[in-house]
T-cell receptor, first 116, second 119 residues
Framework: AQKITQTQPGMFVQEKEAVTLDCTYD???????LFWYKQPSSGEMIFLIY??????QNATEGRYSLNFQKARKSANLVISASQLGDSAMYFC?????????????FGTGTKLQVIP | GAVVSQHPSWVICKSGTSVKIECRSL??????MFWYRQFPKQSLMLMAT?????????EQGVEKDKFLINHASLTLSTLTVTSAHPEDSSFYIC???????????????FGAGTRLSVL
């Protein structure tokens, strides 16, 4: 079974609109962390936001917020007021303990394109 | 956020030669660093976990003798692709984990990546 699932290979959003990128995860580890990274065409991975499994509130970082629904095992990224510079690949990732050590697993990514 | 420097950003080499890629955490100490490989339009695949002062832990299917990892200090890990062949051409990205114990966060920051082309 996939540990991290991103079901949207590509998304379009109008500039200044909000967009939600989906992510579901699967783990039996009670302590885990969820991340979102942005990868522009240049290749670098830019950390956006983090949510711990025990965090009571949804994480927010500027225009980014994480809609964490623990019971549904989902961690969707919401980008508000989209900008042209938001066009990039977005990866959801999870850190949990597997095989005795901590490991981060990435989803397959969603390509977001912001339309002027 | 923390800064991870990766060098070189692009390397072209002849088949059979070895290539070394460096990964440095610039403003924090990283007891653990990670090496990933990414094929075009695909996700990141973890190759190995590099622990300072000990042997790296390789993922299944990754050849230890092919991809040599050294983590000699708390700020530097190196990946050496030995006897490189065209099929080793890929985008290699390192990351370092900053442990913020008080905040119970372990955040991985990434280098800018290295594009390796083997002719």
């Amino acid at each position: 079974a996939q540990k991290i699932t991103q079901t949207q290979p590509g998304m379009f959003v109008q500039e200044k609109e909000a967009v939600t990128l989906d992510c579901t995860y699967d783990t039996s580890d009670p302590s885990y962390g969820l991340f979102w990274y942005k990868q522009p065409s240049s290749g670098e991975m830019i950390f956006l936001i983090y949510q711990g499994s025990y965090d009571q509130q949804n994480a927010t970082e500027g225009r980014y917020s994480l809609n964490f629904q623990k019971a549904r095992k989902s961690a969707n990224l919401v980008i508000s007021a989209s900008q042209l510079g938001d066009s990039a690949m977005y990866f959801c990732a999870m850190r949990d303990t597997s095989g005795g050590y901590q490991k981060v697993t990435f989803g397959t990514g969603t390509k977001l394109q912001v339309i002027p | 956020g923390a800064v991870v420097s990766q060098h070189p950003s692009w390397v072209i080499c002849k088949s059979g030669t070895s290539v070394k890629i460096e990964c440095r955490s610039l403003d924090f100490q990283a007891t653990t660093m990670f090496w990933y490989r990414q094929f075009p339009k695909q996700s990141l695949m973890l190759m190995a976990t590099s622990n300072e002062g000990s042997k790296a832990t390789y993922e299944q299917g990754v050849e230890k003798d092919k991809f040599l990892i050294n983590h000699a200090s708390l700020t530097l890990s190196t990946l050496t692709v030995t006897s490189a062949h065209p099929e080793d051409s890929s985008f290699y990205i390192c990351s370092a984990r900053e442990i913020l114990a008080l905040l119970a966060k372990n955040i991985q920051y990434f280098g800018a990546g290295t594009r390796l082309s083997v002719l």
